[in-house]
């Protein structure tokens, strides 16, 4: 914790590539930071102040680890709120603020508080257990989505048809109807203790066939001014009926009426922000750390056109990582690699990432096409 003389300890639940990135934009401003992972060879591991191997579940673990912080935020939303509901009314600061992250951490209640403060959202169904979606099969074709502990693709199952129930989860969760949208996109809003909010502009997201990852994100998105204006103000409207403060990127369906709607909303910085580290004046990495700390928001726009390709394990390989083509896409103009220090690599993990800046917005999505199929994760 700092003394009167030093700048304060911001401490971050969570020491994956979000925080590794975090701490990169945190060095500039010899902003001290401290990481609490339950991973001993974490992304973060070597670059903070300090590291503490720990469970971000466990109630003593976390409370001891926020006392010797200033502030503290998150890079992951699975951790234990009430430790932090604790610090916060022992007068710490703890943004995204843990009520919040406690309404993040349930699908369910996410849902209710779109469809309670009037945010576009897909019309939805809660169930307890696989019976109870199988008794709404007259709400097919839906998506199956687990209340807690999904994520990246896991706990979300697509129910089309009758013959597909038998996938349905036997846990709380909720149906939501499937939407058949034309585009989705993300647009990443930052509010500080201040007051004061920035909105990016809207990226393009395209997802891996079968990971249900992002695989490809395009900067700016091709969508009208009339459905980016609308999504830019439906993102402001969700933080602002929150009351948070922090980053949110808002995931939303572009339907091909033209309407957007809510799908899912991340308190911290996120895949779909990874682009504005070489793309915008001011990086989502280093705009939540503005954010947190109560500092002046950074200019979001864009400074050119981009796309990011996310780097994911090969398929087939599991084990000591190799990066085949690094050297290649490297010698190419504009592109930029990210890797995030994971030693270890399996099929679908978040490996690392590349940005492609061109001004040429047809040459960029070919680009990026060729560096997908360039760079292969793979395993000795």
């Known amino acids: 914790m700092a003394n009167k003389n030093q700048s304060p300890v911001l401490g971050v639940l969570g020491g994956g590539q979000l925080g590794r990135m975090l701490i990169q934009s945190a060095i500039n401003y010899n902003q001290d930071i401290h990481i609490l992972d339950p991973d001993p060879n974490a992304p973060c591991k070597d670059l903070s102040q300090k590291f503490t191997v720990g469970s971000l579940k466990d109630f003593d673990t976390v409370y001891a680890f926020g006392k010797e912080c200033d502030v503290i935020t998150v890079e992951i939303e699975s951790v234990n709120a ?13 943004y995204p603020q843990p009520k919040i992250l406690q309404l993040i951490q349930d699908k369910r209640e996410q849902k209710q508080f779109y469809q309670q403060h009037n945010i576009p959202t897909a019309e939805f169904i809660l169930t307890a257990n696989k019976s109870e979606v199988i008794h709404n099969k007259s709400f097919l074709p839906a998506v199956n989505k687990l209340g807690k502990e999904g994520y990246d693709g896991r706990g979300v199952q697509v129910i089309k048809s009758e013959e597909d129930l038998d996938k349905a989860f036997d846990a709380p ?8 949208f034309d585009k989705e996109i993300a647009v990443t809003v930052a509010r500080n203790e201040a007051g004061d909010l920035t909105v990016y502009p809207a ?4 997802f891996h066939p079968t990971a249900n990852l992002v695989e490809f ?41 033209g309407e957007v709607l809510v799908n899912e909303i991340a ?3 996120h895949n779909s922000g990874h682009h504005t580290i070489e793309a915008n004046f001011t990086s989502q990495f280093e705009q939540h750390l503005r954010s947190v700390m109560n500092w002046p928001l950074g200019n979001p726009e864009l ?9 994911l394990g090969e398929e087939g390989f599991t084990g000591p990582a190799i990066v085949e083509g690094q050297e290649i896409a490297m010698a190419e103009k504009g592109v ?5 220090g994971k030693k270890l690599t399996k099929p679908f993990r978040k490996m690392g990432h590349v940005t492609v800046l061109d001004e040429d917005v047809s040459q960029l999505k070919t680009k990026a096409l060729k560096i997908k199929d360039l760079i292969k994760i793979k395993s000795i």
């Open 82 to 94: 009430e430790a932090l509901i604790k610090l916060e009314s022992e007068g710490k600061k703890v």
């Open 173 to 180: 969760g909720l149906l939501e109807k499937l939407i058949d």
């Open 203 to 206: 990226v393009e997201c395209a």
């Open 217 to 257: 994100l395009f900067a700016p998105a091709e969508i009208s001014k009339e459905v980016e204006d609308k999504a830019k103000e439906i993102a402001k409207d969700v933080i602002l009926k929150l009351g948070m403060v922090g980053i949110l990127a808002v995931e939303m369906f572009v339907t091909k009426e």
């Open 267 to 269: 308190p911290r910085p």
């Open 303 to 311: 400074r050119c056109p981009a796309a990011m390709i996310n780097l």
């Open 336 to 340: 930029y690699i990210h890797m995030y």
